[in-house]
């Protein structure tokens, strides 16, 4: 019947073991369970394990692989040739963390595109290691990428600059374990840059950003863009723009009146439309030359300053006063 039904027979000695012995051994299945679980990991820590399952590479390979590349295009070549030194761009990634505290992994993907750009550059036949070359590539990409994006103003558009960001805080770091106040004079000469240059990147390394909508002060309804100058015209010189525009515009109505034939419609059709007929377009209606229609603009042009400069007494002052005709 046992048997049958599939029932675990329990022995006397098992109902007779004690309950501490029971309790031992199911301790001992539950921290086998636990031993076992999977355990949760955050995006690096995953990273580094797949990293690590990848085989570095002999310089034999190595330039073998670097060889396949640069002769045939091998991609798998590549590919075997970037990820064998993905771990070199987390180290390389880890040295700059003290200027990007934000992600590493930010780092190491700026890193692995320099890598690939290294991979893409490297010549074997020159004797050097792909790793030593590639990590000039490694630390240029995650540079560029801090500087980028240290904050919303670049700090760094220069070497000079560049070197500045990262040696300053160095070098006072060292002045000031030595008990040696890290003065901006001292700093210059040390780094050998301006004094000047070391305040301005001094300052903006203190400094951060700050939204133009935010308010001045906790208690003010003033923001930060109420106090940025204005690049609108002061509101004299629009009424002086306006009143010069409609005098001019007047004069010329009043001049095209006056105009027949040929002239008036070159007046209105080329000298004062903004899409103007050409040369060509005018001797075809009229039936004449391109030059003889450039002699009647010629003409004209001289007859209209004339009209001008008789009907408004300062038209250079007049010009002036126009922004744009």
Known sequence: MLKN???KKVSDAEREAPAEARESEEAKSTNFRDRYQPVSLDAFRMYLVEIRR?????????RDLSIRYREKGDIEAAYKLVTANLRLVVKIAMDFQRYWIQNLMDLIQEGNVGLMKAANKFDPYR???FSYYASFWIKAYIIKFIMDNWKLVKIGTTQAQRKLFFNLAKEKERLEAKGIEASHELLSQRLGVKESDVLEMDQRLKSWDVSLDSPVREDSEDT????LPSNDLPIDDQIADREAKAILHNKLRLFGERLKGKEAVIFDKRLLSEDPMTLQEI??????????VRQIESCLKKKLKACLEEEIADLDLLQESMIEI
């Not at 001797?283 to 003889?292: A, L, N, Q, V, Y």
């Open 127 to 129: 004797g050097y290691k």
């Open 54 to 62: 990848i085989p570095l590479l002999s310089r034999e390979d190595e």
């Open 224 to 227: 930060h863009k109420s106090f």
């Open 5 to 7: 039904a599939k029932i």
């Open 283 to 292: 001797g075809e209606k009229f039936k004449i030359s391109r030059e003889r």
